[in-house]
């Protein structure tokens, strides 16, 4: 039956009427992400909600990690499934067994007919190099279970015509007991030594890439679990010190910035087995260590690095690290599976195993897993199982009870549009940070806790941690001082109110406690401040100019004025007595003024961001801390190998 045809002008209204359903729903779709999250979380909540850190010499903005004009730009991520159901072989404590019922459902020549293993092997104690890895002589056939007596293994499994049909790795944590007394001897010489009343263990957990948003945004469960089951103290005002990821993590394992070690790209042949980072204060003092990170060809100490000859720890997973890669065949899921197993749950079920093998000896853990949410400003949701399930077996098995733990990392996110944006630019700065304090040693030592709620909204930085984890090394029960101002300040003491960028070590350029003043792109001062900055650039490549262009000035994207607020430039000092403190306040004075700027060079089209410091007394320019590449330069950069210089250089080749 014909249907009737409605008249023209109700079928324009039926047809606007759907138009606007439909987008109604599309807005209901990108929108509902943002509408799913509240954030009436107690560890969300701040004194003053328009800042995170409200102090008279530093006010971090409160963000709201939804924010609308992020709406096309964030979305939360679903965690990896790996396409391989189940592995042939996997190992229960230290034994490696044979899954009969994958190995009866394979389709293979004569079936399954047995499994070796192949111990990998690098000395601990012998120095060789980064990059040393050799294979032992394969085991005996095995057709059931094995015990393991080494610690990283290679399986390989055979079927009836012994061809190779299966290889996987597996990590034990194998006790070395000719140390045991060793350890004892020194963790004693240490208790009497430093007065230690209470033996307190660390486990430092990093991941690459996530701001404190970017975490609230992707990281649900584990951020529900750290908050709500295990208490952890969310440093809200924890700005990065520098770039990337090996010069944020030194001010936090050595208490110096890379330039003070010494250390710069001309010792990137030299091996950091001579400098003394926290791992080998706690070894000194009778502590088990652990070292573990993912990715080995972009590992913290060895990109472009010539990383540790000898182990730096007890238990160190890179032999591991590197000869799963050398199966490229065996990775799917864009590098993110190797077999049926996540490679951040191989990671964390090795630091798990660590964690028990020393439950009840002194222990101190690094580890820092760099691929899963290193590419992407959303990729970190795909994290988000696997940490909730980690730290609740820590929790369930009890496995942390004298632990002290620091969940964090190391920057936000650095290139990509979200980078682009106002919102961005603090990300990058803000990384996330969590402690993790045992609850009896806050409830036997009060100023623990309410020094780190205050500290939870004070201006924090990676040098801090360094001086927390000497702290706990050296516990004994006394509150320390506060009145410390030096440059990094331990979490045990509060903070001081009149903090400044300045004073915690941080460069105009990565301080989040400026207020941004947009200017016109256009003004005198920005194009000077513009122009100085391509000149820097164009300074650091001059020596490569034979294979890198000569880059010029497309436009200037955007300009802003880094201001202090009224009280920082017309602060003098802090007055306190028992019961009052006051601040003491005089003339504003400037001067110096701090230009950011984003400019666009041709060819290659690069976006440079970087502080120009402007004299108004010399009338002077000149570019203060890091230049930024907030754009991916991609192969652009193939043909020069000064990791440095790759963000700023076009190779010649690359345009033909």
Known sequence: MALPVLPKKIRRTVIFLVALLIAIYALH???SYFSESSFNNSSNKVTNPRFLVDTPLCKIPYIDPFDITLKYLVRKTDKWICPVEKGLTYQTGKEISINWTIARSMNVIGGVKYCTFTPLYRPNYTPTHNNYLRFLAESAPFHSSVTVNEEFVKTTCYDGNEKNIYNNFHAFIQRNASMDSVYKERFLKHVIRDKITEKLN?????????????FIRQMVETKKFLDETMGAFDMSGYNKVADNTFINIVPMTMGKFVSEMPWDESKSAVPFDDFKFIWNNFSESGYRTFYAEDAPEISIFDFLKAG????????????????MELKQDLWTNNHHCFQDRLETDIVLQYLLDFVETYQHEPHFAFTFITRLSHDDV????????????????????????????????????RFGKIRETYIGKLEERLPFMYVVVPKWLTE??????????????????????????LDILQFNGKKPNSESETRGISWFREVPIQRSCDGAGILPHWCTCLHHEKLQTTDEVVLKASVVLLSEILKEIEPYFDICETLTLYKVIEATRLVESDEVLRFLATKTSTTDQRHIFGSKTKTLEDIQVVIETVPGNALF??????ST??????????????????????????????KYCQCKDSIK
Request: glycine share 4%; charged share 20%.
């Open 202 to 214: 660390i486990m430092m957990i990093g991941m690459d890439s996530v701001s404190r948003l970017s």
């Open 617 to 646: 007394m010399y009338n002077s320019f000149k570019v203060v801390g890091d230049v930024s590449r907030i754009n991916i330069y991609g192969h652009q950069s193939d043909c020069i190998e000064v990791f440095k210089l790759k």
């Open 29 to 31: 779709e990108t929108s």
């Open 444 to 469: 036997s030592y009060p100023f623990i806790k309410s020094n780190l709620q205050i500290n939870q909204h004070r201006l924090t930085t990676p040098f801090d941690v360094y001086e927390t984890l």
């Open 609 to 614: 961001e970087a502080t120009v410091r402007f």
């Open 378 to 413: 959303n990729s970190a949701g795909a994290a988000d199982e696997p940490y909730y399930k980690f730290f609740k077996i820590l929790h369930e098995r009890d496995l942390i009870r004298n632990t002290v733990i620091f969940f964090y990392s190391d920057h936000g996110m």
């Open 308 to 323: 540790f000859k000898t182990p730096p720890s007890d238990h160190f997973n890179r032999p591991m690290s590197i000869a």
